[in-house]
């Protein structure tokens, strides 16, 4: 199976300030890459994804970067804001054919300092 | 539009005592289905999954079982609950491949205590 890994575990940024989370993967032949957004005691919801065959997506103030070849990718928020605040989960989707399994990572707590 | 239905929201059990969550999708035919139960200030773990009626995949072995009477219905159950079933418990439905879907929709859950 897929082994996913997202770093930091938990990050403070400043108001204002830029916030980068990290996902690695095992499986080379993973093609689908979203991030999920959990505040406290809600569902997680998806805020980007990205598709391998593009290297970098954006909408608004947050991006998400692929590199394949380090199996590898990153959320960016910039202009970071109070209801930025949650936890944030990669959740990149394996070769498995036939299912859309998704394998989340361990998450990463954001907070966002005022 | 799709929509995704979870009950109950919250819900205390004794232990030893049964379970049934039930999750309904509405607006959609033959999703895949899912189940996802979160321990507290932890991860996601997927519990089951269901590529379609009577279709069961379980993940992990454990006191929990799934079924899928209907095409967009998917309950989970325990016959005795234990102290470590206690957690956030999530359904999702995703469009299968063949018809372009990528991304979950989660439920809004089930906060399960066993006490």
């Known amino acids: 199976g897929e082994n996913v890994e997202q770093h930091p575990s938990t990050l403070s940024v400043q108001e204002g300030d830029s916030a980068v989370i990290k996902c690695t993967y095992s499986?080379?032949?993973?093609?689908?890459f979203p991030w999920y957004k959990q505040e406290l005691g809600k569902r997680p919801q998806l805020i980007i994804d990205i598709r391998s065959n593009v290297g970098e997506k954006k909408d608004q103030r947050i991006a998400v970067t692929l590199n394949k070849t380090a199996k590898h990718f990153s959320l960016h928020i910039t202009e970071t804001q109070p209801e930025d605040s949650a936890v944030y989960f990669c959740a990149p989707r394996g070769s498995n054919f036939g299912n859309e399994k998704l394998t989340f990572g361990t998450g990463t707590r954001l907070t966002i300092i005022p | 539009s799709q929509t995704i239905h979870q009950w109950p929201a919250t819900l205390v059990q004794p232990v030893g005592s049964p379970l049934s969550l039930e999750c309904t999708v509405e607006?959609?035919?033959?999703?895949?289905l899912y189940w996802y139960r979160q321990a507290a200030g932890r991860g996601l773990q997927l519990l089951f999954y269901?590529?379609?009626?009577?279709?069961i995949s379980s993940e992990v072995p454990q006191n929990l079982s799934a079924s899928r009477p209907q095409d967009r219905q998917f309950i989970l159950s325990s016959k005795k609950l234990l102290l470590s079933d206690s957690g956030f418990y999530l359904c999702?439905?995703?469009?299968?491949?063949?018809?372009?879907?990528?991304?979950?929709?989660f439920g809004s859950g089930t906060r399960l205590t066993v006490v």
């Open positions: 607006g959609t035919s033959n999703p895949n």
């Open positions: 269901s590529v379609g009626i009577g279709q």
């Open positions: 999702a439905w995703s469009r299968p491949p063949s018809q372009g879907g990528h991304g979950y929709t």
């Open positions: 499986d080379s032949a993973s093609n689908y």
